[in-house]
């Protein structure tokens, strides 16, 4: 059993969906039970995985591979590496929370959301283990099929501007991928992660490949300036949906970027680092002043989800600034460690927020910030987690939300103290922007009868936010475990990126 | 004189021929109300048809009446599934008949030659064979499109498609007639398509041979339905009765694309450099007209329409790539699209009822309140022509993409996949109506009850995703029988 641990992992959810929607509309409750508990089933799957990955080993693990399709030598392959399973486990974590807090929030074929969840869950969880690209592609772009149905029908009330557009721009970036993959299958004739990355290439060939990958991974991401879906998604996707595209969906295109341009083409990622740390910053400091005059506290939260990942991506590519222009291996080890621990946090923190923003919403039906004020007063508890999410959003030591963005802007510092410089920005205005928010929906009078009459968070809602406040001291307090757990892949990582492959 | 060797080989054709005689005969003599049991004599009919066709089948290619018709392992694939297609066609046609009242020999006899049709287009090893095939089918299919005389729009459309059908055979058959006058200067006249091979090499006209090419491109891009040609497309689609409708975007497209590759590679292989680049300028000028077009239809039926034009412009991707890959990643399209096709057109079926057509994309509004299982269907269905993985849709895309960019033409494949982005738009509208609109009051969608309808229906639907997870059995099939 245990070498098909992957498999397992992937199919659980995705077979176990199909009960889930036969239980069907006349017994919502065995519906919600069911799914329960087949996230529950591949949360403790996936802490087998954790057992049997060995972190000192490092390289890609627990390998399954069959042949898939013979005439085209395209493989099912599977295996993780330390940055696999740290995403996969937050992926069951999270998927769990969200099955938990849509119990009583989603009235409407309940069945039908579970289900689509489920397989939401394990067709992201199969991203985060192909080592065949053309597996990996097929996964990559199935999620959007459950994506689309869940802000489609869940969603508020431009849900339909927002899923199709959210569909079709998903779908525009990755089409160009396909071409690269299959490109690069006519020289290499196969889709094996791992020999295409040995595989040799020109600059040129290497430069049109470089920005395939890129228009399709940075829409995911997304960075500037293909972001403009991720606020209508997330301001019209339900909860849950928000939660699953902020915590996991956007770590695809980290991770993409990852398994296919530092390992394919890593010239070219090199010649073009600075487009990459550029977007970057910008993500960071102007995307941050935009977050700052939002008046929905969703867009709000979006928007601080595409600063955040600005520093994912800023710490991955000063990497190459790093090692192929001073050499500097520790910096640039240190800035992919901030990357993978910022991606891994942010995936917790924003959870954390789209959460207590659903809180709320399901409360008063509104999400604009000057519909609140005071909620504090009437809701104690809900407050104390919604300012912890909130210091752990904006960078404050003890949070996870520290951790990363420390290392990064540490990296960069050697790389370019003016990079450090704008990336430090963050420190300021991601506390604006969130502090912010903070006082004007908590603090002060209860401004309104509709505040006046929220009601504080019962056990199922506290369930979700404890475990969200738990992962994320966890992270803050103690990162080595995390970090050790990634350590020996992000050093492979770091020593793919002084390749030379002309 | 004719040998019983050739009849052997012919003899899933032969049994055919005799078989719907008989269920011709039969519809004459039964009484009026035992004509139902036709339905299910000539559902066994197609399958014994099947059986004939796999189990005859010699290991290497033959020919028959000397070199008129060939039996290989491509016309074996073909066939297969234009009998199979036929015969899901006639499952979803039977509670649509029985509403409309058109339940009756004439329906099955006509299709049963439409399909002898095109199992003689698939299997030509000469030009008259594929006139002849070409004609039968043709002309089954106009009797069929207006077998709903007293209706408005089955019979303009009839017209319309006769008119044009013909116009196309004549093209066709000029261009046959030029092919076979250039083989006559510099060599002995042939309408055989293996001589036809290496007429270039000789004749003492190339220029004749040419023009032959480029009319007989006219009639092939007619039948396949690619624009520029595709004029009768929408009208056909949308005025035919819809089991028509659905046969010809299944088993008449599995023809195209045989009569297609007897003409183009069997028959003038050696102009292929000609011929690659008219047909890649097709497949542009469809996949543009296609989607674009489709984008603004509200009719369900005729927005599948375009989108088959769309479809048959990866088609021709594949075909343009003028090698083996290439056609059997053609193939592989066209028997992807029959698929696909039967089953969007059968959810309509399943959803129309006596004096409804549901064929309207607000009909579907609000499908999933209603029958949460059939809106799941079209939505497999809708996904698969779009093109999104894990569905067959993608793969068969991603097969003729490769093949282009394998024939040196990434250009083509640039085009091809900004254009399946447009498309894609299009069938999300679909998929929104059914799950993200809710249902028009007073409109009641009430479903066939008809269990083997639903039974195949959901089967064919389920086969999308299915075949989407594991395609590669078929694909070494396909690419077996071009010798890959």
Redesign the interface.
């Known amino acids: 059993m245990f070498n098909h641990l992957l498999s397992l992992l992937i199919w659980l959810p995705v077979v176990g969906a199909i009960p889930v929607l036969l239980a069907g ?1 006349t017994r919502p409750d065995l519906a919600r039970w069911l799914s329960l508990l087949v996230a529950v089933l591949t949360f403790v799957v996936s802490l087998f995985l954790l057992l049997q990955y060995k972190p000192d080993t490092g390289g890609m693990q627990l390998t399954e591979s069959y042949l ?5 030598g ?1 493989h099912y392959g599977l295996a993780v590496d330390g940055i696999s399973v740290a995403l996969i486990l937050m992926t069951t974590f999270v998927g769990i929370l969200v099955i938990v807090g849509a119990w009583q929030v989603i009235q409407d ?1 309940p069945h ?1 959301y579970m289900a689509a969840m489920l397989m939401l869950e394990g067709l992201l969880i199969g991203v985060f283990c192909a080592t065949d690209a ?1 597996l990996f ?3 990559f ?2 999620i ?2 459950p994506m ?2 869940l802000i ?2 869940w969603g508020g009330p431009r ?2 501007y927002a ?2 557009k959210f ?2 721009y998903t ?2 970036g990755s ?2 991928m ?2 690269a993959l ?2 690069l ?2 020289k290499a004739h196969t889709f094996d992660l791992a020999t295409l990355a040995a595989l040799p290439l020109t600059m040129k060939e290497q430069t049109w490949i470089f920005f395939a990958f890129l228009i399709a991974f940075a829409i995911k991401v997304p960075m500037v300036p293909v972001h403009t879906w991720l606020p209508d998604a997330h301001v019209e996707a339900p909860t849950g949906g928000s939660v699953v595209l902020a915590a996991v969906m956007l770590k695809v295109g980290t991770y993409g970027m990852l398994r296919f341009i530092l390992p394919i083409v890593p010239d070219a990622g090199d010649h073009f680092a600075w487009i990459i740390i550029v977007l970057s910053l910008i993500a960071i400091v102007y995307i941050g002043y935009v977050a700052l005059v939002q008046e929905d506290m969703k867009k709000l939260v979006a928007y601080s989800s595409v600063a955040h990942m600005g520093f994912v991506t800023l710490g991955i590519f000063i990497g190459f600034l790093l090692v192929r222009e001073s050499g500097n291996t520790t910096m640039a080890m240190l800035g992919m460690q901030g990357a993978m621990v910022q991606m891994i946090s942010h995936g917790f923190v924003s959870g954390a927020m789209f959460t207590c923003i659903g809180v709320m919403y399901d409360r008063t039906h509104t999400r604009l910030i000057k519909d609140y004020g005071g909620v504090i007063n009437v809701m104690p508890w809900f407050g104390f987690f919604y300012v912890l999410f909130a210091m752990a959003n904006c960078g404050l030591p003890g949070t996870s939300g520290f951790v990363g963005e420390f290392m990064v802007i540490l990296a960069s510092f050697a790389a370019n103290p003016w990079i450090a410089l704008f990336a430090a920005f963050t420190l300021i205005i991601g506390a604006g922007y969130t502090l912010w928010l903070v006082k004007r929906v908590l603090w002060g009078e209860v401004t309104n009868e509709h505040v006046a009459h929220m009601k504080e968070i019962n056990g199922r809602e506290t369930f979700v936010l404890v475990a969200f406040a738990a992962a994320v001291l966890a992270i803050g307090i103690w990162p080595q475990p995390l970090v050790h757990l990634m350590d020996s892949s992000v050093s492979q990582l770091v020593q793919q990126l002084a390749i030379h492959k002309i | 004189m004719p040998t019983l060797n050739d009849i052997l080989i012919m003899l899933p054709e032969f049994y055919l021929v005799a078989a719907a005689c008989l269920l011709l005969l039969l519809d004459a003599f039964v009484k009026p109300e035992q004509r139902p049991q036709l339905h299910w004599i000539a559902i066994a009919v197609l399958l014994v048809g099947i059986y004939l066709v796999v189990v005859g089948q010699p290991e290497q290619a033959v020919t028959a009446f000397g070199g008129m018709f060939v039996r290989d392992d491509v016309a074996e694939i073909l066939k297969v599934f234009a009998l199979g297609t036929t015969a899901m066609v006639f499952v979803y046609a039977r509670p649509y008949l029985i509403d409309r009242k058109l339940l009756g020999g004439e329906f099955y006899t006509l299709m049963i030659f439409a399909v002898i049709g095109i199992m003689l287009l698939v299997s030509a090893g000469n030009l008259v064979t594929v006139y002849l095939g070409l004609e039968l089918l043709s002309l089954s299919s106009y009797a069929l499109v207006a077998i709903n005389r007293d209706a408005k729009l089955p019979p303009e459309a009839a017209i319309k498609y006769f008119v044009l059908g013909a116009l196309a055979s004549g093209m066709l058959l000029y261009g046959m007639s030029m092919v076979y006058g250039a083989s006559g200067m510099g060599g002995r006249p042939t309408l055989d398509l293996a001589q036809l091979h290496h007429v270039m090499s000789y004749t003492t006209a190339p220029t004749l041979l040419l023009f032959g090419l480029i009319f007989m491109i006219v009639g092939i891009g007619f039948k396949l339905g690619a624009a520029p040609f595709h004029m009768w497309i929408p009208d056909v689609y949308q005025g035919a009765p819809t089991p028509v409708t659905t046969f010809i975007a299944s088993g008449s497209k599995l023809a195209a694309f045989g009569m297609a590759w007897r003409l183009l590679d069997g028959g003038l292989g050696d102009l292929s450099q000609h011929w690659q680049l008219m047909l890649a300028v097709l497949a542009v000028i469809s996949l543009a007209i296609g989607n674009l077009v489709a984008i603004v239809q509200t009719n369900l039926k005729r927005m599948l329409a375009y989108s088959t034009i769309s479809h048959m412009g990866y088609l021709l991707l594949g075909l343009s790539a003028a090698g083996p890959e290439g056609y059997a990643a053609a193939m592989f399209y066209a028997i992807c699209y029959a698929l696909m096709g039967v089953a969007a057109f059968g959810v309509i079926l399943a959803l129309s009822r006596a004096g409804f057509e549901c064929e309207e994309i607000a009909d579907f509004k609000g499908l ?1 309140q209603k029958s ?1 299982w059939m809106a799941f269907l079209m939505l497999l269905a809708m ?1 698969s022509l779009a093109g ?3 569905l067959f849709g ?1 793969w068969a895309k ?1 097969l003729v ?2 093949a282009a ?2 024939a040196n033409m ?1 250009w083509l ?2 085009v091809g ?2 254009f ?2 447009i498309g ?2 299009y069938y ?1 509208h679909v ?2 109506v059914m ?2 609109d809710k249902p028009v009051d007073g409109s009641s969608v009430s479903l066939q009850q008809d269990k083997p309808l639903r039974i195949v229906l959901s089967l064919n639907a389920l086969s999308l995703l299915a075949l989407g997870l ?3 059995p078929l ?2 099939w396909c ?1 077996r029988a071009f010798g ?1």
Request: aromatic share 24%.
């Open positions: 509309s898939w399709i013979a005439s085209w395209v074929k039908q053309l592609y097929a996964l772009e199935a959007l099929i689309f149905i489609g029908v849900r339909v899923t199709l569909f079709i779908f525009f089409v160009f396909l071409i299959l490109y299958y006519q | 999933n949460p996904f999104v993985p894990p993608f991603v993409l490769e960019i394998h990434l494949a640039i996949i900004v399946a982005i894609l738009y999300l998929i929104k799950y993200f594991y395609w590669g694909l070494g690419r890959l």
